[in-house]
């Protein structure tokens, strides 16, 4: 039998986010904000002075995370680190890409709707964006 | 005998394959309404919360005030424990779930399942679980759960003051109300996937 992604059933798994102020605050209301015991949250608030590496560390750090199950990421974000997150393919934490207030959804670029456009399509994605 | 017996298979064979590709259509499409329903709600809730800006003040709406001490979040998500070969994961929403409590049961859980349907659209169907009340620990009289629903939304309210504007609390609704869309989109995703690894499944046995 092939190697199955392994599952992992948590009795309350995290959502975390990378996302600009606003969209924070907003989830962060809605109860979604967790801080442990060393000061780690599970967001990180985008803005003018995040650098790529910066989202790219937290991008890493939240889908290896055990206690994460969703992940929240902006899509302009998103744009930013695209490489890691079309390769990206574990069931667990699903990515979603949302969009933000500057910034409307594009279905062009969601990384669940270029991984199934191939079904419509013999052209590859990245040969489209290129 | 025999023929008649292959051409059935064949049937029953192109049928698997048709409602593959229907899965995976209607997915796609519950898909794409989901992410449009989600923005406007998410418009909905910035402008809300701009408007809170606006009355309070931008200093008393920044991340400056967020509460960086350790806690536990209130909205957490339970997911199902499955074979991904055989079936997409599901993800479920629990809300204000009280952080203090070790137990899930405790507190006021509102949970939405959503499983996916492929003859329709998708609407998520909400279960409310009668919550069992908190015991309290210096023995006086017990918290009822929509008090305490009330105390979890007042307490990350109260993170920009004590009086905050009523706006700030239609935000806190809006952002509810995308969380809720947000794991239904999940949900669906994890469908979407599925049936697209079915449907590619088809396609190579067919080559």
Same mark, same amino acid.
Request: contains cysteine; negative net charge.
């Given at each position: 039998?092939?190697?199955?992604?392994?599952?992992?059933?948590?009795?309350?798994?995290?959502?975390?986010?990378?996302?600009?102020?606003?969209?924070?605050?907003?989830?962060?209301?809605?109860?979604?904000?967790?801080?442990?015991?060393?000061?780690?949250?599970?967001?990180?608030?985008?803005? $003018?002075?995040?650098?790529?590496?910066?989202?790219?560390?937290?991008?890493?750090?939240?889908?290896?995370?055990?206690?994460?199950?969703?992940?929240?990421?902006?899509?302009?974000?998103?744009?930013?680190?695209?490489?890691?997150?079309?390769?990206?393919?574990?069931?667990?934490?699903?990515?979603?890409?949302?969009?933000?207030?500057?910034?409307?959804?594009?279905?062009?670029?969601? $990384?669940?709707?270029?991984?199934?456009?191939?079904?419509?399509?013999?052209?590859?994605?990245? $040969?489209?964006?290129? | 005998?025999?023929?008649?017996?292959?051409?059935?298979?064949?049937?029953?064979?192109?049928?698997?394959?048709?409602?593959?590709?229907?899965?995976?259509?209607?997915?796609?499409?519950?898909?794409?309404?989901?992410?449009?329903?989600?923005?406007? &709600?998410?418009?909905?809730?910035?402008?809300?919360?701009?408007?809170?800006?606006?009355?309070?003040?931008?200093?008393?709406?920044?991340?400056?005030?967020?509460?960086?001490?350790?806690?536990?979040?209130?909205? &957490?998500?339970?997911?199902?424990?499955?074979?991904?070969?055989?079936?997409?994961?599901?993800? &479920?929403?629990?809300?204000?779930?009280?952080?203090?409590?070790?137990?899930?049961?405790?507190?006021?859980?509102?949970?939405?399942?959503?499983?996916?349907?492929?003859?329709?659209?998708? &609407?998520?169907?909400?279960?409310?679980?009668?919550?069992?009340?908190?015991?309290?620990?210096?023995?006086?009289?017990?918290?009822?759960?929509?008090?305490?629903?009330?105390?979890?939304?007042?307490?990350?309210?109260?993170?920009?003051?004590?009086?905050?504007?009523?706006?700030?609390?239609?935000?806190?609704?809006?952002?509810?109300?995308?969380?809720?869309?947000?794991?239904?989109?999940?949900?669906?995703?994890?469908?979407?996937?599925?049936?697209?690894?079915?449907?590619?499944?088809?396609?190579?046995?067919?080559?």
């Amino acid at each position: 039998m092939a190697n199955k992604p392994q599952i992992r059933t948590n009795s309350s798994a995290l959502i975390a986010m990378i996302a600009d102020e606003d969209t924070i605050t907003g989830f962060l209301l809605a109860g979604v904000g967790n801080v442990d015991l060393r000061r780690k949250t599970n967001y990180l608030i985008v803005d $003018s002075k995040t650098t790529v590496k910066q989202i790219e560390d937290a991008f890493k750090d939240f889908t290896a995370r055990e206690d994460i199950a969703i992940v929240l990421i902006s899509q302009y974000v998103a744009n930013m680190i695209r490489f890691l997150v079309d390769s990206y393919n574990k069931p667990i934490p699903a990515i979603l890409e949302i969009p933000s207030k500057d910034h409307p959804y594009d279905p062009a670029h969601d $990384s669940v709707l270029s991984r199934v456009k191939y079904l419509f399509s013999s052209e590859s994605v990245a $040969s489209d964006r290129r | 005998m025999q023929i008649s017996e292959n051409s059935t298979e064949l049937t029953d064979k192109f049928m698997e394959v048709d409602h593959h590709v229907l899965n995976f259509l209607d997915s796609m499409d519950t898909y794409l309404i989901l992410m449009d329903s989600l923005s406007s &709600t998410l418009r909905q809730g910035w402008l809300e919360l701009a408007s809170a800006r606006h009355s309070m003040g931008a200093a008393r709406v920044s991340s400056t005030l967020f509460n960086l001490k350790s806690h536990h979040a209130s909205t &957490t998500l339970e997911i199902d424990d499955v074979d991904t070969n055989v079936e997409p994961p599901l993800f &479920t929403l629990c809300k204000w779930v009280a952080s203090d409590d070790s137990e899930m049961n405790n507190g006021d859980a509102n949970r939405k399942d959503d499983e996916l349907s492929p003859a329709k659209p998708e &609407t998520p169907r909400a279960r409310d679980e009668e919550p069992q009340a908190r015991r309290a620990e210096s023995g006086a009289s017990p918290v009822s759960p929509d008090g305490h629903v009330q105390q979890a939304r007042s307490r990350l309210l109260s993170m920009f003051g004590t009086l905050v504007s009523p706006k700030l609390r239609a935000t806190q609704t809006s952002f509810e109300k995308a969380m809720e869309m947000l794991v239904e989109i999940s949900n669906v995703r994890a469908s979407l996937l599925h049936a697209h690894n079915q449907v590619q499944k088809d396609v190579k046995a067919a080559k």
